[in-house]
């Protein structure tokens, strides 16, 4: 099982700030999505763009790193890792 903090308007949509689903380790960002949708098709729902990449709408951070930046859908997950959902912030 992963523990996923979810940040904003994310906890807002699940209405919790923790979402805790299965997992094993080494699975992908696809995979943790698709076990997101299991419990909250909401939240799932916002992940993905109308291509099925992911949205620039919300994020999801893991080892504080946008998965973006990190291989994307196929970005492995460690049991070690924290994952942040959350909406783009800016500041001023």
Same mark, same amino acid.
């Given at each position: 099982?992963? $523990?996923?903090?979810?940040?904003? $308007? ?5 209405? $919790? ?5 299965? +997992?094993?380790?080494?699975? $992908? ?6 076990? /997101?949708?299991?419990? !909250? ?13 992911? !949205?620039?709408? /919300? ?24 994952? +942040? ?8």
């Amino acid at each position: 099982m992963k $523990t996923i903090k979810l940040l904003a $308007t994310a906890s807002d949509i699940v209405g $919790t700030r923790r979402l805790t689903v299965p +997992f094993e380790d080494g699975d $992908t960002v696809r995979d943790l999505i698709h076990s /997101i949708h299991k419990v !909250s098709p909401a939240l799932s729902a916002k992940l993905l763009d109308e291509n099925g990449d992911l !949205s620039p709408l /919300i994020h999801i951070y893991v080892r504080g790193r946008n998965a973006e930046w990190i291989g994307g859908l196929a970005a492995v997950i460690r049991d070690r890792d924290e994952v +942040f959902i959350v909406p783009p912030m800016a500041g001023g």
